[in-house]
């Protein structure tokens, strides 16, 4: 082992998880096996008063500081690094790029169980396959051991091998019989190392007849493997695109490539996988906040090794390293919870595109309604445009109709047309889909004698009805008190509920149709685990006639039967300071109107409005979102607006409603003195809720026509914020490129 003693001057320079715009300096441990230490292993080293996981970033000679006055690394936790050199030049542009400690952006690439320290020692799951003989014996013979013969025959159906986890999503007691079936030599277990010696075909069935956009698409991509290159897949909603992922995620396995697949939400992920799993026969790893940290750490680790051969996963799984990536997909690319809205502020489309460019592989981004972002860059070139403008199978776009509720008599936000054509539906035994955005059984409680309304203590906002708890409870900052009997003001007035949420919708349709089964599908319904995939299940099942919901029904979801979609108040998003409402309106109309007939039957879009000679939805209703995002791009254009700026955002808070004015002043003069001419300072302003969880909040915005002029102005900045005296007493946050101005 070549050992190195601390006379050889060489000092260990490490990024740490610290909310600090520079790197550390520590002497190295007094031996050390000097070849196996490189950039990406992990060490541990004393940090003040603690011991801290460092990220060993490069060896140097000297040090600015005095090397007598250098600690020592206490330990190197790994034999070799865990990051290959592509996966380190990612964070570190992603560092530069959005201005954020490189200690914190390395921190963020390794799941939880890495970041404390622990071993990264795969706990691998055993996989199964039949063996020559259990694929010759005829399953009859086993008919006297019914679940032996049961197991032998999903085995002979779907060839391959199968993990643990699908065996147990499969059947909950397959343990027994596949122990038997061993001791038979019918099954044996097997390694689950991916692309090394393997003779398995990678799928389990045949894949769906495709149409001829939909083959284009896969040709396209496929045609394109091992080079780089950045796909929209634009399909509209039941146009088929998963299957277009999975043909093309087919060529890439049997090439003994890897797959990255993001989706944005959680929600999402149990019916990729099961679709993914019922076609594959490779080991998939999930990735998701909703797991154990052992578990996303085994998923980190397979990847990373090359045992792990496809990887669904949220956001955060965009920086799990690939022992040999072939492609990365991002599904629902439009959607905002693709961008970090705290902390590491980074958008994981946008790196995933520069992660595919450091790989030299292509990356597929796909959407119903593109963000305006990529149909320029689509329009620029940078990106190529694959479409699929029909819906897969027999199924037919739905009708979409405005319905005008001006002066008409409401149910609790259920017009008596909209109603009807409810009835309707049901009778020919085909489901309903109601859409509000608003969790909670009533966004105000007002004094009907008074005018006195509920508000939070700490928030400029109103305070949500939440009725069967009988609580009052606040959607920002999640503080709650009782549901009050009588007003605090007169002590006399009638305290009425005021606007819509969910919860009360809910209440009045369960007394308009006593005969149906409703559900309610938002934050507050599904908390409990498994609860969401419950429901899911029983709508799929057909035991349920009314499903209403909130952004969670939007996207993604396939119901066979629903042909009546209804969004109950569209107007709510048509008034907005932010210049992406419009955008986020539009993305939202359309997607949850594909929810309605997705297959033979065909579907209904009802959207209730006020508003309904407003541009945006005739726009969206006679010419589709394609026009709309072209008169979208057009106004932006003229605005001098993102996607034809650059923007971010200096956001701060404290509890001194002083202090925040006081240090973007401070920043605002610093600034000054290097911005150049086309270069705009925006601010310093109140933030559009000025308050929020007891913390006044403002904003300084930059804005520039050349984006290598901003992030030359924050590369000078940054260091020099953090020694304002002013910044000692508020909380602040750099947001590049940011997806709303709250």
Known sequence: MAKLQNDDGLVFRVALAVPLY???????????DSASV????????????????????????????????????????????????????????????????????????????????????IQTEKRYALTEAGRALDSALLKRSPKQQSVLEKFQAQPGSWSETELSAWDGTWRAPVKQLIGKSLVQQV????????????????????????????????????????????????SGKTEVYMQIIRTVLERGQQVLVLLPEITLTPQLEQRFRQRFTVSIAISHSKLTDRQRAAAWLNMQCGDGAILLGTRSALFTPLKNPGLIILDEEHDASFKQQDGFRFSARDVAVVRGKLLNIPVVLGSATPALETLHNVDKQRYRWLHLPDRAGNASAPRLQLLDIRNKKMQEGLSEALLAEMRLTLAKNEQVLLFLNRRGFAPTLICHGCGWVARCGRCDANLVIHYDEGKLRCHHCAQEQRLLKRCPACKTGELTPLGLG????????????PDKTIVRLDRDSTQRKGA?????????????????????????????????????????????????????????????????????????????TRQPEHPLLTTLIAEGYNRFAQSALAERKQASLPPFSYQALLRVQALDVAAPPLFLQAVLELAEAHCQSHTQILGPVAAPMARRAGLYRYQLLFQSSRRPELHALLDVLMPQIETLKQAKKVRWSLDVDPVDLY
Request: proline residues 5%.
């Open 38 to 121: 490189k950039p990406g292993v992990r060490l541990e080293v004393p940090f003040r008063n603690s011991k801290k996981i460092a990220f060993l970033v490069e060896c140097v000679r000297h040090s600015d500081i005095d090397t007598a006055k250098l600690k020592r690394v206490e330990r190197i936790l790994d034999d070799k690094p865990l990051l290959s050199p592509k996966d380190l030049a990612l964070l570190h542009w992603a560092s530069r790029y959005y201005h954020h400690p490189l200690g914190e952006v390395f921190s963020a690439a390794f799941p939880v169980a890495l970041r404390q320290g622990k071993a990264a020692i």
């Open 532 to 608: 969401l995939e419950d429901y899911l299940q029983q709508i799929n099942e057909g035991k349920v006639d009314i499903i209403l919901g909130t952004q969670m029904l939007a996207k993604g979801h396939h119901f066979a039967n629903v042909t009546l979609v209804a969004l109950l108040d569209v107007d709510s998003g048509l008034f907005s300071i932010d210049f992406h409402a419009p955008e986020k309106l539009a993305q939202m109309i359309v997607q949850v109107s594909g929810r309605a007939g997705r297959e033979e039957k065909p579907g209904r879009v009802i959207m209730q």
């Open 502 to 513: 969910t919860e009360r919708v809910e209440k009045v349709l369960a007394a308009l149709f």
């Open 22 to 32: 520079r790197l550390f300096d520590y002497l190295p441990p007094e031996s050390f």
């Open 191 to 238: 390694a689950a190392e991916f692309g090394k010696n393997r003779t398995e075909p990678v799928v389990k069935n045949s894949a769906l007849q495709c149409n001829p956009a939909q083959q284009a698409a896969i040709d396209t991509v496929s045609a394109s493997l091992g080079q780089f290159g950045v796909f929209l897949l634009e399909g509209v909603t039941g």
